[in-house]
Every structure is written in structure tokens, then in C-alpha cells.
């Protein structure tokens, strides 16, 4: 059962909720490079000898180490940023958010379910890195586990107001792309993707930290060596997802 038909047979927010679970696990792409990529890509650095010694640039820690947390992040972007986006804007641009908004269950109903979808994917990447991390290149579970799911938590809902915040300047799939892609690039880079948060220059880590996925590697970082995550990074987090969710909900039109 597609959404439309969920739509036209005035279905629950539960039955919404049930079909774009189904509709996601058919769409194999979405599935790997929000699910699989992160972790294939830290068994692949994790492969490389020089990644598994111990870096005395990194505080003695591995290389490996520090890309643990930059996989966890990296599902939560290409989730918030790319595919979540493009269904949404994708689904205004064939009428569905239009017509739902004929029947008892509102086109928020639909814009909460794409959100415990991509939310519920990109927390399941995390563990499944931090899993195979800890199993395959015996890199330690965060020890501050607390601080690491409150960090975790407000770095989920951050992508998600970021991915609202394209949508809603979005207005047919194609640009969705454009946008998505153009903020997924820096996002991925203050994430550590290319060069982790502790090698930056000290500068550019302090501008970095300002930003929503800076501020989550930062806070990521700490819970891990066992320190609280730092209420100016969780902070940073806050003030992003209260300023994304205000500017998604006041730019964003269901038709």
C-alpha cells in the first residue's frame, strides 16, 4: 500500500507510519548509504595497518578511533540531507500532502512518520558502527554513555530540522538534490569525514564547532573518552534545532 492509498482510505497516523516504514525498507538505496555505507566505510579505514596504531597527535589514540564517531554522524546527514528531502518534496509535487489534507489525518501525520523513519535509520547506523567498531577493530564503547545518547539524540533531530529546512525551500526533487547536495558536502566535512575534528588546525575546530554537526562531533568526541559532552556543544545543538524547526515551520507548504 503506497502513502496515497494510506491517503484515500483515511487511514491512521499508525497506518501512515506502518506504509512508509514498508515503502523505505523497498528502496535498497536509501538503505545502504544510510544503514551500511557509514560501516563499510569504517571497515575499510579500519583495514588500513597505519589507521589501527596509536597516534600520539591524536592523545594517543588510533585513528580508528576518532572515525567511529564520524560514521555514527554520517548516516544521520545522507539521511537528514538526501533522501528524506526528496520523499517529502517528491510527495508535494504528486498532490499526496495535498490530499491528505482532506482527510482526518493531517499532512503533519505524514511529515512526523518520514521523520521516525529517518530518525529511527539513522540511530540504528550508529549503533551498528559503534558495534562493529568495538567487534571488529576493538575501538571502546563511549564511556560517558549517558552524555553520548544525549549527544546522539540532539544530533538526530538536528539532521531532521536541517532536512525540514530543505524541503521547505525546495519546491519540486531536483532542487531538493541541489540543495541537499550542497549543504551535504560541508556538513560532511565539519562531521571529520575528511579530516577529523582533533587534527584541525585549532582555528578552523573552533569555527567547526559552531556548527550543528561540528558541535555533535565535539560532543561525540568527549562522551566517548568519558568526559560530558560540554553543555556549550549540546548548547550549539539546541540553539540549531530550535532555529532549523522555527525557519522549517514557517517556510514550509504542503502544496
Known amino acids: 500500500m503506497s502513502t496515497a492509498t494510506a491517503v484515500r482510505t483515511g487511514g491512521t497516523s499508525a497506518a501512515v507510519l506502518k506504509t512508509e516504514v514498508r515503502l523505505f525498507r523497498r528502496e535498497p538505496g536509501a538503505i545502504f548509504w544510510i544503514l551500511l555505507f ?18 600520539a597527535d591524536l592523545g594517543g589514540l588510533r585513528t580508528i578511533d576518532v572515525y567511529v564517531p ?15 528531502p526528496q520523499t517529502l518534496t517528491g510527495y508535494r509535487e504528486r498532490g499526496i500532502l495535498r490530499r491528505m489534507a482532506t482527510t482526518p489525518v493531517r499532512p503533519r501525520a505524514l511529515l512526523a512518520a518520514q521523520m521516525a523513519v529517518y530518525g529511527g535509520s539513522a540511530l540504528a547506523s550508529a549503533l551498528l ?18 552524555g553520548y545518547g544525549l549527544a546522539l539524540v540532539l544530533a538526530v533531530l538536528v539532521a531532521l530540522a536541517l532536512g525540514s529546512v530543505v524541503s521547505a525551500l525546495s519546491r ?19 562531521a571529520g569525514v575528511w579530516l577529523p575534528v582533533q587534527s584541525m588546525p585549532h582555528l578552523m575546530a573552533r569555527i567547526v564547532g559552531y556548527t550543528p554537526f561540528g558541535a555533535a562531533a565535539e560532543a561525540l568526541n568527549r562522551a566517548a573518552a568519558g568526559h560530558w559532552p560540554g553543555w556549550s556543544h549540546l548548547g550549539v545543538l539546541v540553539v540549531w534545532i530550535l532555529l532549523l524547526t522555527g525557519a522549517a515551520g514557517r517556510w514550509f507548504r504542503w502544496e
Open 129 to 146: 558502527a559503534l558495534a562493529v567498531g568495538r567487534l571488529a577493530f576493538d575501538v571502546r564503547l563511549p564511556k560517558q554513555p549517558f
Open 70 to 84: 564520524v560514521a555514527v554522524l554520517l548516516g544521520m546527514i545522507v539521511g537528514g540531507l538526501q533522501s528524506m
Open 38 to 55: 557509514p560501516t563499510l566505510l569504517l571497515v575499510i579505514l579500519g583495514s588500513i595497518p597505519g589507521f589501527r596504531e596509536h597516534q
Open 172 to 190: 519540486t526533487t531536483k532542487i531538493a538534490g541541489a540543495i541537499g547536495s550542497a549543504v551535504f558536502f560541508p556538513s560532511m566535512f565539519c
